[in-house]
């Protein structure tokens, strides 16, 4: 009998996503800023004592709502890792900004803060630190460096940071920004959203206007002006209700998704420890000052070769394991913008990575399959 | 017995809708440009022969699309109906372009065609007719003017217009570029969505880029290459397949959807005619050579306070029914930076134009309530 075909992810339900849905409707109200948006909000305010939030169409849009708050303009510059997501960057880029890419660590793709300080000229207007798997970066250094310099913001990329911890500080409640992503490889889904964080109450005002298309809708529905208007620069980043009470459904189920996750991942991290051992590849680094949140589940391997072997072989056993980003600094479109050092990390993460099945319905017969499927290939 | 509240708009399912978004679960997919995206923009391009279109966030981000494909930057100028919604200025204002407003004709909210002309300068690099209440611009003077100068773009903000027609040529297939809105304010919608169409086959290929997130991501999943990376600028334009899904619902039920407005709207037309006759209020105006379609019921009063009256009045038969547009060039955002020309037209409308309720689930019995509201008005 042929071994079912087992997805690097698989969204899914958790609870009662699609009877808000069907609640939403029956609310009247299916666009942007109703009752599930504001409903979500409120709980991850809560949650994480954060003091705004907003939810957007996309991880990439609350990125590009930080980028519109800072106010970057060309010739700003902007310090991002080069093992992250193109959006990190493009967010950015659309402003206007020259990005200046700094390497991973070593020993794990987050960004190497140690060498964030030297990259930092008058120019520099953010530092953009991305918790890679949920791990979180060593925000001190970097806040330090924001105090040292004027003007100098920290917009923490926490698209995959949900329920993550730098000490006992929540991800997203660390920089002056940050944005969520609820993309479907994420922990909590709604398709494609996501969600703006504002620590800095000087950001907040503007914030509310700038998603609401530049207008003063919101304080209009909350009954402040008489008309709404155009008050400032916008576009539409609220995402609609069908989305936030997809979205709601998840957070109420947050709990239970996260013990999942954190099971499955502990499971591979046990039951591949003695081949990290033997050397075949490295685990997972976790420093002592994060607590992760179960969201991606990777390898290192020795080599591009092998990673690329492994993953082959993992597709013969109708497994799908896949790599992950490849370094911005060497993509097509920044190359040549780039200031030609190299960054040996970013792109051993690149070639060395592979991400193994791990989401909310992934059952233990599958989980095991790939387990062995691995132990095989380094038999 | 107290009226019931009608509102003046409502939201509403029309068939599958909440099938077709079990249906993208049980896809595997949630996130966008999977089936139900690629189901709708291939119902949308063979109904109006569109060469290409990409479903997006919203129509603002549909607009935001057309404004990076042009390539506007700071310096130039996109000519703008000051009688629209913020997004249609926004999403150049966002670019760094200068907006130039155009005034409405006298009789109808519709950008003044035969003043464009006079607005053109070097530095002019897209026109933007926005087709008020489904009701078409003359584009013929405007693709001349296009036609006449050097790297003039026409961009259909046709965020209202599905279904419309200029002369027999579906409106959204006439300019360069052209954006619709699902929102759910609209005839078709899916709480917050739109779409971009690419009638200007130059900019097809890096139309698919910039809409995944500046990634050939799409030539990805389609087998083209081995690996997607980043090789322009972008944002996340794309909506997920829960917003898609219901679109596809709606898109099914296009022609019953359509049946009921233009009864609904024909309803208003014949019934308040008569006061129209007596000078009470103008009625909407489609020109020869436009086929709307019932997007807007809305009447021209001939002050505004007798407008603002007529709110009031129908409010106390617990009826809804709303001004429009504040006119961009006198708005807070952009007044400073308006060129003075007084716009008496836009201005006009929107003083006295007011919209009454219309949607799909609008039954009888209550659009008789708001005839016979706005009847007892003018008594
Ligand atoms: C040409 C054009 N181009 C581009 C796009 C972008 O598309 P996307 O949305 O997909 O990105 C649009 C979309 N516009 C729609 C609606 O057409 C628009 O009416 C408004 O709808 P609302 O939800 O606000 O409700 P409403 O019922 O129109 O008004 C509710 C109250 O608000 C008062 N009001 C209203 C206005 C407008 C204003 O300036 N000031 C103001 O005080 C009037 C009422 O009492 O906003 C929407 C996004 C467009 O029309
Ligand atoms: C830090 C960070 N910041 C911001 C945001 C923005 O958030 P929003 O999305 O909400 O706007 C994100 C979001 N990223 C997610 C995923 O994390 C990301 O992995 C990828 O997911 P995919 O759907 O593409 O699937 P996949 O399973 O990751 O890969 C599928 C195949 O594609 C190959 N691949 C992959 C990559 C990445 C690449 O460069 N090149 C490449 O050839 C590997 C496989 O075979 O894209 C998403 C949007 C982020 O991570």
């Known amino acids: 009998m042929e ?20 609640q939403a409707l029956a609310n009247g109200k299916l666009s942007g800023n109703g009752y599930f948006t504001q409903h979500s909000q409120q709980f991850l305010k809560a949650r994480y004592g954060l003091a705004h939030a907003l939810l957007t169409t996309s991880g990439t849009a609350a990125l590009e709502m930080a980028a519109l708050l800072l106010g970057i303009q060309p010739g700003d510059e902007v310090i991002v890792p080069s093992f992250t997501f193109t959006s990190t960057a493009n967010a950015f880029v659309l402003r206007g900004a020259t990005i200046v890419f700094a390497d991973s660590l070593p020993h794990h793709p987050n960004l190497d803060t140690d060498q964030v300080a030297g990259l930092i ?39 995959q940071a949900i329920e993550s911890r730098y000490h006992e500080q929540p991800l997203g409640a660390v920089g002056h920004l940050a944005a969520f992503s609820f993309h479907e490889t994420k922990n909590i889904i ?8 504002i620590n ?19 304080a209009f529905f909350r009954g402040e002006v008489a008309r709404y208007q155009w008050v400032d620069v916008g576009s539409s980043f609220l995402p609609s209700e069908l989305t936030a009470a997809y979205l709601w459904g998840q957070l109420q189920q947050l709990g239970a998704i996260q013990e999942r996750r954190t099971t499955q991942w502990q499971r591979y991290y046990e039951a591949l420890q003695p081949l990290a051992r033997q050397g075949c590849f490295a685990l997972p680094f976790v420093p002592d000052y994060a607590r992760h949140n179960a969201h991606i589940f990777y390898l290192l391997c020795t080599s591009l070769e092998e990673r690329d072997a492994l993953i082959r072989h993992l597709g013969q056993h109708r497994i799908l394991a896949v790599s992950h980003y490849q370094p911005l600094h ?12 190299p960054l040996p990390h970013a792109t051993a993460h690149a070639e060395r990575l592979i991400r193994l099945p791990l989401y909310y319905e992934l059952n233990l017969t599958d989980q095991q399959q790939v387990i062995a499927a691995v132990q095989r290939f380094y038999l």
């Open 3 to 22: 071994q079912p075909f087992i997805p690097f992810n698989k969204p899914f339900t958790a609870g009662q996503e699609l009877v808000h849905i069907q």
């Open 121 to 159: 000229t008058p120019r520099t207007r953010a530092i953009v630190p991305v918790h890679y798997a949920g791990v979180a970066c060593d925000m001190a250094p970097l806040l330090a460096l924001s105090r040292a310099h004027d003007q100098l913001f920290i917009v923490e990329d926490a698209a």
């Open 190 to 197: 709604c398709g494609e959203g996501g969600m703006l964080v």
């Open 200 to 218: 800095d109450p000087e950001f907040a005002a503007r914030a509310e206007i700038i998603w609401e298309k530049g207008t003063n809708r919101a």
């Open 330 to 341: 060497a993509s097509p479109f920044y190359r040549a913008r780039h200031d030609g050092r």
